[in-house]
């Protein structure tokens, strides 16, 4: 997590990488708890505009969130949490997260939709936020 810009910009970084195992007896209900960390986490820090960072890279497949646990975020997080969200980008997009938005985007708004971007490099990256107050995850890096 950081902040860009003059105001209280904040830039959360979310690595998928370090998410449970879906194989997990208890993972709906890790999943649904660190939902409900993430959003609290959210409301606090989030004064003005934001931006995510979902870094996929080095994320096995079974670390993935599913559709439905993606879903559900987007419903439950609050209007002005969406609305003051500037940009949704994705780090190492990989063929799966590709489709899934491409399947989903009927049924999400169209303005949320164009917050999202595909990034393939850290480099490009770099180009695009600030990077000093962002901490990337060595196996990312790798």
Sequence with gaps: TGYYG???????????CFL????????????????????????????????????NGATPR?????????KK????????????LKSFIIVHPSWFIRTILAVTRPFISSKFSSKI?????????????PMEYVHIPDSIVK
């Design 117 to 129: 971007q595909y990034v393939n490099t850290l480099a490009e990256l770099r180009e695009m936020i």
């Design 20 to 55: 449970p195992d879906s194989s997990r007896t208890d993972y709906n209900y890790v999943m649904e708890n660190l939902f409900l960390y993430v959003i609290s986490t959210l409301e606090l820090m989030v004064a003005e505009d934001y931006m995510i960072v979902y870094l």
């Design 6 to 16: 003059d105001g209280l910009n904040a830039i959360i970084v979310f690595a998928a």
């Design 62 to 70: 079974r670390r993935m969130p599913g559709l439905g646990w993606m």
């Design 73 to 84: 975020c987007y419903l439950m997080i609050d209007r002005r949490l969406r609305k003051n």
